[in-house]
Every structure is written in structure tokens, then in C-alpha cells.
């Protein structure tokens, strides 16, 4: 991917849906994962989501739910506007290549007509009753006629199950219509996922669960599964039932309890609610149940077997009953008899349950691979030749979710901290090879002498009790050279370990060395995720520790950034370039990030930004900073503004670090951010800058030894005049003190 070919224009795909966030929507739900998978497919494809029906949520993060979806819009203030409908699309069609319809909406087909006046590609999906047939036989007789021919100006019918193919097909042309069911995914769980489910449901390791996952509403029939408990637990007392799912009908969710508690077994059914991520329940429970009357695909389904769980589920001819095979790879049902007798016979046999959950495994894999289903749409938006093109395209599916991000803030939740804490410092250091930062990046950077030079700045560190944490990239844990100092610091508890990616000497080497790909984000997610987890890996071969601390070299953090490292087990982040967005990142093409405290970068509160320090300081910092910066920083042809405006106190940006900072300009910074509410701070340099000569900040001896001299007064003076402490990086995360480090020596294999 060469740099000319990065700053193409993107090529973008409109979704529209009815219904979104915060209401549930299973074709929602489809487009977050399956647009995931297409961007690793083509990262060069941008999607976006228009929402008709649902009213714009009072809190904008209330309907993130996706960091692959570039923007989605809420058309509705309160009810469905054709006008407003067709007024977006006439000043926003020109951006988009495709329009692809997942909910009819518009009933009078102008937007349609706009769509293709503007040369968009029309795809209309079929997903739940809304064949083409239907959906025509909706409008009055009179009117069937026009609807047809306004039909006709979709490009491309799409029906999720048979069913809703064959009934297109009828109407429509046969090359225009297309057979594309709901892909899957299956992401590996944890050991422990089981066991700690099944504890927090109350269940034993030997006792049964069944598991129903989706929304608690009439058309689901869950009740069917709960009046059937009583004589299903007649034969095995401990059986238990997991609803996961919203409760979109709270009535009939009402309804539900009441009737367990009528039946004698409200203790053995588990109302979980909504879980963002169902997978790891596929994993506690023994078979999964479902009684939906009607499906256009019913995905939980498929999900379920391909975890390798037998289904019992209700017959929905042309849906689901070309995958599971009676008897074969599940159980179909007709009645609460048929249903009873298909969980019985299951629930009296472990070797049949494990002999229909593998074959039910193997077919749904084969069919329903999501990375094969996300290719198909793609080939009919046009847009196949995409993803041969990507550099990544030859490496497997990441399993990846999109549910964090970096960049969008929207994503991002504060870190609540107690009151009247003592400020806290952390170090961390760029553990990294030495290279010439003036000349183009090499492949063949691969120099950790400096690392030997690491006990220079333990002398300090040692003195003012500070464990620093070393985010070590690929060339440092890949070399002996690099690796032994570490493995000699944490052996003796002084130092952690975290992860930093510098994609030019990291592997896999697929794409091109140029400056725009030396920032992690740019490049597309499959191979940023591949290079993470190489990384990873090799940290935990060569030193030991499982690194869960990570941070973008270059500090080039990219859209997919967080999903990847909440994938590979990571629970803090320190890639946020406060104040210094790198030129050639996304960060340059958008709001500058301004946020240097912790904060959480998902919905789950499971990853942790941890920025290094960094502020606006100056007389117009606090009332003009943020609309000044950009111009006053935002790019080589401004620094002159930028310097003139921090010579007369006016603006200026520092970053705590011992690296261009003076030690002055790094108290004025802490004074600063501790009168505006700040109590955790992070300080960095790069270990190279230990040895002269590898960086701009130490040429000669003399500037080590500077370098040195700041990080010790520096500590005095957050200790003495601060009255803060060193801590670690766990310590922010978790909130509280931790044990010290300890490793035993790791063994050391080539890596």
C-alpha cells in the first residue's frame, strides 16, 4: 500500500435501517458484525448507517454500538418524515457508491429514484416477512402496479433464508436476486468462561443448562420453553434456563416471571437481559433452545452450532430446516410435545449431545463463515475486486469485535477516581530498537544495544521507588540483546512489561514501508491485529509475562485499534497522542484529542485509556486552547505561530517527558493540570535516548547525563511540592495498590 494509494478517496456504502440502537434490531446487529469482517476484507471501503424510524437518542453514545459503522445518522425526531428522508439523501447521496436497503422505509420510492439519478448501486434485502411478493401486497390493489416498477429500480435482491429468495425470485429477475444467509462468528473463550457462568447462574458443573438467546417478546415464545420446565425438571431437578436477550416487551416479560413463579421454577430460570457479547454463554451452556415462530434466518441459531451445541428449535420450513437435520445436527419441533421429547432425549445422553454438536459444528462453520458471507456482499455491491486488492487479504479472519475505539469518542466513558487521592506518576518507556528518526523506515532497524544501558536510569528509579513499565516492540523481545536486561528487571520485581507496534520491523511483512504505514492504524485491521498478536505472543515466549498494557508506536492508533487489543486480552492502552496528533493519522483529518485522563474506551468498561501527560498551558489555554491549536499546531507551515504564541505565554503545548521538555516546562505542566482536576499523570521517553547518538534529545554523553538529572528532580518535586507518589500501571487501572512484579526467568526460544 503505497502512500499515493492511501489518501484515495474512500469509497462508501449506505446501510439503511428502520430501527437501530437503542432498540434491538437483529439486522442491526448483523450489519455491526458483518461490516466488521468487510472492512478487514477491504479497508478501503467506508460504512455508514442512515436510521429512519428510531428517534435520535438524547445521549449520542446510547446508539454506538459499532467503531466499523464511520457515522451513523438518526433521520427521526420523534416519527418516520419522508421529506426529511429525502432531503438527506438529495445533499449526501454523491458520497456513496452503494445504498443498500436492509428495511424498506420509503413507501413512496423517492429517495429510491435519487439513489439512481445519482448513479448509486440499489440493494434491497429480504430478512424477516419482507419478500418482494409482501411487501408489494402491502400497498393497495390499485397501486401494486407502481410498486412493482418502483421495485424494479433496486440492482440487486437479497433473501437471507430460501424461503425469502424463492419469493423474490417469483417477482423479480433471476439474475438480480441472491441467496446470501446471515454469516457467523465463533471468537475462542476463555477456560474459565464456563465455570464462571455457570457460578453466576447458580448451576453446577454437572448441571444442565439450557440456553435461549434473543429478544424477550411474544414472537420469540420463550413462554413455551418455560412451561415446559416443570416436566423437563422432573427427570434432572437442577436443569436450568437462561433467557439472554432484552426484555422488548416488558409486559410479556412480566408475563414470563409470572408464570414461572405459577409453575414452581422462577429459581431455575435466569433472566440475563441484553448482553452486547451472547458468545460466552454459548460456551456455559449444554444445548440451546428455540421456539421463534417466525425467523428470516434466526442467526442464534447457527451461532450456537457452530460453538459446537446441539439446538433444539422450532420447525420454520425454507429458514432453518436445511441445517439442522433431524437427528443429525439438532431437533426440530412442531409442538411443546415434539419440543419436550427432543430436550429429553438430549438431556438423557452426553454422547449424543456431543456427537450432534460436532456435526452441527462442521456444517455451520462450512456454510455460514462469516469472512465467505461478507465477501458475497460485497461482490453485490460491486465492490469485490476490494478486497483482492488488500494487502491483508490472505490472512484469516481475526474473530475481532467493534465495540471500542480509540479515535471515536463516543465511545468513551469517564474513569470515576475518589475523591482526595494523592496524585499518582507513572513512567513508562518506549523499549525500542535504535533508528535514524531523519531517515525513511527500514525493515532492517534491528539495533537494542541501548538496551544495556537500562540500569543507568534504575539508578534513579530505584532512588525515588518508581517500577517503571517498558512497552517492548518486536525487535527488543526478538533478541537476546534486548530481552535479558528485562528478564533481569523482572526477576527482581522492578520493572513491568507492556506491548508497543512498530508495524515497519514487526511481522508479518505484507505491506509496503512508507511513512503513512508506519502508524499501526492506517493499516487495514486483519494485519494491525496479526502484528499485535505476534507481538504479543512473542513477549510471552521470550520474557514470560502476558503483556497487557499497549501503546501504538508513532502513537498511531487507528479505528480498529481498541477492538484488536480488547481481542488479544488487553486491558489498558496508552496510544492517545494528546495534543500532538501524528500528521498522516486520522487524528490530522479530525478533532484533535484534547482528554490526557484515564477513560474508558467501551461500553463494557473492560479497556483503559491511559494517556501521557499532555496540555494546552498558557494565558488562552483554558477558553481558546481548543480552537487555537489546530492552527496554531496543525502542521509545519504553523510552527511559527505556535512558537511565537509560547514565547509571550499565550499557548503553548507540553508533553511530560524528559525528551525536549525542560524540567520548568514539565512543573508548569503539572501545576496546570492539577488546577484543572487532574490526579494521574504519565511521564515518557524512549530507551534509545539512554545510549548518544540514537535520538534527537541525547547526541552526546553530556545529554544522558541531562536526561538522567531530569527524571530525578522532576521526581523530587512531584513527591515534595506535589505531595504525589509513583505507581503502576495496574494501580490506575484497577484502582488500587498492587503486589510488586514478579516472573520467574522465562525460557528462550528463537522467536
Request: contains cysteine.
Amino acid at each position: 500500500m503505497s502512500d499515493e494509494n492511501s489518501t484515495r478517496r474512500p469509497v462508501r456504502v449506505l446501510h439503511v435501517l428502520k430501527y437501530y440502537r437503542p432498540d434491538f434490531t437483529g439486522e442491526g446487529v448483523f450489519l455491526e458484525r458483518s461490516s466488521a469482517v468487510m472492512q478487514e476484507l477491504a479497508p478501503d471501503i467506508e460504512h455508514e448507517l442512515l436510521v429512519t424510524h428510531t428517534a435520535a437518542p438524547a445521549d449520542p453514545a446510547a446508539g454506538v454500538a459499532c467503531s466499523t459503522l464511520r457515522r451513523i445518522t438518526y433521520l427521526s425526531r420523534g416519527g418516520f418524515n419522508g421529506i426529511a428522508l429525502l432531503w438527506w439523501m438529495l445533499t449526501n447521496l454523491r458520497r456513496f457508491h452503494t445504498v443498500h436497503v436492509r428495511t424498506h422505509a420509503d413507501w413512496y420510492f423517492g429517495s429510491y429514484l435519487l439513489a439512481r439519478l445519482f448513479g448509486c448501486r440499489l440493494v434491497l434485502s429480504a430478512t424477516l416477512d419482507d419478500s418482494l411478493p409482501v411487501l408489494v401486497a402491502q400497498y393497495r390493489p390499485s397501486l401494486r402496479p407502481l410498486a412493482r416498477r418502483g421495485f424494479g429500480l433496486f440492482h440487486a435482491y437479497v433473501g437471507i433464508s430460501p424461503k425469502l429468495h424463492s419469493e423474490t425470485r417469483a417477482m423479480a429477475p433471476a439474475e438480480r436476486c441472491h441467496l446470501i444467509p446471515c454469516g457467523i462468528t465463533t471468537p475462542a473463550q476463555p477456560a474459565a468462561t464456563r465455570a464462571r457462568l455457570r457460578t453466576e447462574i447458580g448451576a453446577g458443573a454437572l448441571d444442565p443448562v439450557l440456553l435461549f438467546v434473543g429478544g424477550l417478546v411474544p414472537r420469540k415464545d420463550p413462554l413455551l420453553l418455560i412451561e415446559a420446565l416443570p416436566r423437563l425438571r422432573a427427570a434432572h431437578p437442577r436443569l436450568r434456563l437462561a433467557l439472554v436477550g432484552p426484555e422488548l416487551d416488558p409486559g410479556y416479560a412480566a408475563e414470563l416471571r409470572a408464570t414461572a413463579a405459577r409453575l414452581g421454577v422462577a429459581e431455575a430460570v435466569v433472566f440475563a437481559g441484553e448482553r452486547l457479547d451472547p458468545h460466552p454463554w454459548f460456551a456455559a451452556a449444554d444445548i440451546l433452545v428455540f421456539a421463534s415462530r417466525l425467523e428470516g434466518f434466526g442467526t442464534v441459531v447457527p451461532e450456537a452450532m457452530a460453538h459446537g451445541l446441539p439446538v433444539v428449535a422450532r420447525r420454520l420450513p425454507g429458514v432453518n430446516d436445511d441445517f439442522v437435520l433431524q437427528g443429525r445436527t439438532g431437533f426440530l419441533f412442531d409442538d411443546a410435545e415434539g419440543f419436550a421429547a427432543a430436550t429429553l432425549d438430549l438431556l438423557a445422553s452426553a454422547p449424543l449431545r456431543r456427537r450432534i454438536g460436532a456435526a452441527a459444528r462442521d456444517l455451520a462453520r462450512r456454510r455460514f463463515d462469516m469472512r465467505a458471507i461478507a465477501r458475497r456482499w460485497l461482490d453485490v455491491y460491486g465492490l469485490g475486486a476490494h478486497a483482492d486488492a488488500a494487502p491483508a487479504a490472505s490472512l484469516p479472519e481475526t474473530g475481532m469485535g467493534c465495540t471500542a475505539s480509540v479515535i471515536d469518542r463516543r465511545f468513551h466513558q469517564p474513569v470515576a477516581r475518589p475523591p482526595g487521592e494523592v496524585p499518582l506518576l507513572l513512567t513508562t518507556v518506549d523499549a525500542e530498537e535504535s533508528f535514524d528518526w531523519s531517515r525513511p523506515f527500514s525493515r532492517d532497524a534491528a539495533d537494542v544495544r541501548a538496551m544495556a544501558r537500562l540500569h543507568l536510569a534504575h539508578r534513579v528509579f530505584d532512588r525515588h521507588g518508581v517500577v517503571p513499565t517498558y512497552l517492548a516492540d518486536y525487535p527488543v523481545v526478538a533478541q537476546e540483546e534486548g530481552c535479558a536486561p528485562l528478564r533481569e528487571l523482572l526477576r527482581d520485581g522492578r520493572c513491568d512489561i507492556g506491548a508497543q507496534l512498530h508495524p515497519w520491523v514487526n511481522p508479518p511483512f505484507l505491506e509496503e514501508v512508507t511513512g503513512h504505514n508506519s502508524y499501526a492504524g492506517n493499516l487495514p485491521a486483519a494485519l494491525e491485529y496479526e502484528k499485535a498478536r505476534r507481538l504479543t505472543e512473542a513477549i510471552q515466549d521470550r520474557l514470560g509475562v502476558q503483556p497487557r498494557i499497549f501503546r501504538a508506536g508513532r502513537y498511531g492508533a487507528g479505528r480498529r485499534t481498541a477492538d484488536v487489543l480488547k481481542r488479544l486480552g488487553y486491558l489498558a492502552d496508552s496510544s492517545l497522542p494528546v495534543c500532538w496528533p501524528p500528521e498522516g493519522t486520522e487524528w490530522t483529518r479530525g478533532d484533535w484529542p484534547h482528554c490526557a485522563r484515564p477513560h474508558w474506551l467501551d461500553r463494557e468498561r473492560r479497556l483503559m485509556e491511559i494517556p501521557v501527560s499532555a496540555a494546552l498551558v498558557g494565558r488562552l489555554a483554558t477558553r481558546y486552547g481548543t480552537r487555537l491549536a489546530p492552527i496554531a499546531y496543525g502542521g509545519s507551515g504553523q510552527r511559527a505561530l505556535g512558537a511565537g504564541l509560547a514565547r509571550l505565554g499565550l499557548l503553548e503545548r507540553i508533553r511530560l517527558s524528559p525528551e525536549g521538555i525542560t524540567t520548568e516546562e514539565a512543573r508548569r505542566l503539572v501545576r496546570h493540570m492539577l488546577a484543572q482536576g487532574h490526579g494521574i499523570f504519565v511521564l515518557t521517553y524512549h530507551s534509545p535516548s539512554l545510549e548518544p547518538g540514537n535520538t534527537p534529545y541525547t547526541r552526546r554523553e553530556e545529554d544522558v547525563g541531562r536526561l538522567l538529572e531530569w527524571l530525578d528532580d522532576f521526581y523530587t518535586f512531584f513527591r515534595e511540592e506535589v505531595g504525589g507518589r509513583p505507581a503502576r500501571w495496574e494501580e490506575i487501572r484497577f484502582g488500587r495498590p498492587m503486589e510488586p512484579a514478579r516472573a520467574a526467568a522465562a525460557p528462550v526460544p528463537a522467536v
